[in-house]
Structures are given as structure tokens and as C-alpha cells.
């Protein structure tokens, strides 16, 4: 499994928050998974992100707190939400499917190589539209 991290997160409130927060944030991001589920009791997240419990208690309070400063208006800017069994990133899916512009042409060449891989030529004409009407 992957995750994507932007590279905008440095220029993200998130970044502005102590080491410890951070370090907890990336750590969930890198266990959650397709759903943005990390399951995981509180000494377990403390393990994965080798913090204390103390830290981590203390990252999950700033993390599922409203942050006024989000670039994210939505859930008031949290980032983390407890569910039973762990914790949900929220927006987890919004960004994971969010593509970026090498993402984008990556993409676009993989579909355009299984478009010609099927016999149809992509510089032809499609003359099964009407011609649009010329002006005199």
C-alpha cells in the first residue's frame, strides 16, 4: 500500500504544528488504509510514530481539533476523527483521488496506449458526425 503525500503540505497549517503532530499525521497517512482507517489503539499509533504516549495524546487533541486556518473548510479543518477501533483521516479519499499534473499525463498516455491497443487510429476522422455548417 501507498500513500500520497503533496508536496503543498509544507505549506499547509498542518506544517506549522510541533514536531510531534506531525511526525503522528504522516504515520497515520502511512498506515491508513484505502479508506483512510488506521486501526490502532493509542499505544500502538504511539509505537508506529515512535512517540510517547504523552506526545501522541497530545498530537490526536491538535489533530481532531477545528483549525481555523485549514486550506480545507470541511469537518472545520480537522484532520483526524476516533471511530471505534482507531481513527478516520478525514478528506482521506478526497485526496488520494486527487490526481496531480504528472498523474494526469500518466493517465492519459496509459488510456491512449489501450485506445490503439483496440485498432482504432486516433488521428482519423470521425465521419459519423455531421460536418459542421461553414459559413459562406
Given at each position: 500500500?501507498?500513500?500520497?503525500?503533496?508536496?503543498?503540505?509544507?505549506?499547509?497549517?498542518?506544517?506549522?504544528?510541533?514536531?510531534?503532530?506531525?511526525?503522528?499525521?504522516v504515520?497515520?497517512?502511512?498506515?491508513?488504509?484505502?479508506?483512510?482507517?488506521?486501526?490502532?489503539?493509542?499505544?500502538?499509533l504511539?509505537?508506529?510514530?515512535?512517540?510517547?504516549?504523552?506526545?501522541?495524546?497530545?498530537?490526536?487533541?491538535?489533530?481532531?481539533?477545528?483549525?481555523?486556518?485549514?486550506?480545507?473548510?470541511?469537518n472545520?479543518?480537522?484532520?483526524?476523527?476516533?471511530?471505534?477501533?482507531?481513527?478516520?483521516?478525514?478528506?482521506?479519499?478526497?485526496?488520494?483521488?486527487?490526481?496531480?499534473?504528472?498523474?494526469?499525463?500518466?493517465?492519459?498516455?496509459?488510456?491512449?496506449?489501450?485506445?490503439?491497443?483496440?485498432?482504432?487510429?486516433?488521428?482519423?476522422?470521425?465521419?459519423?458526425?455531421?460536418?459542421?455548417?461553414?459559413?459562406?
Amino acid at each position: 500500500m501507498f500513500v500520497k503525500l503533496f508536496s503543498t503540505i509544507t505549506e499547509s497549517s498542518l506544517w506549522g504544528e510541533t514536531l510531534p503532530v506531525r511526525v503522528l499525521f504522516v504515520s497515520m497517512l502511512a498506515r491508513a488504509d484505502k479508506e483512510g482507517f488506521i486501526e490502532a489503539s493509542l499505544p500502538g499509533l504511539s509505537r508506529v510514530a515512535n512517540l510517547t504516549i504523552e506526545q501522541t495524546e497530545s498530537a490526536l487533541e491538535i489533530l481532531t481539533e477545528p483549525d481555523p486556518h485549514s486550506k480545507n473548510p470541511l469537518n472545520e479543518g480537522r484532520r483526524v476523527v476516533q471511530v471505534p477501533g482507531g481513527w478516520c483521516i478525514l478528506n482521506y479519499e478526497f485526496y488520494r483521488n486527487m490526481r496531480d499534473p504528472d498523474g494526469r499525463r500518466e493517465y492519459m498516455r496509459e488510456y491512449m496506449r489501450r485506445y490503439r491497443e483496440n485498432g482504432v487510429d486516433v488521428n482519423s476522422v470521425n465521419s459519423s458526425k455531421p460536418r459542421l455548417a461553414q459559413a459562406e
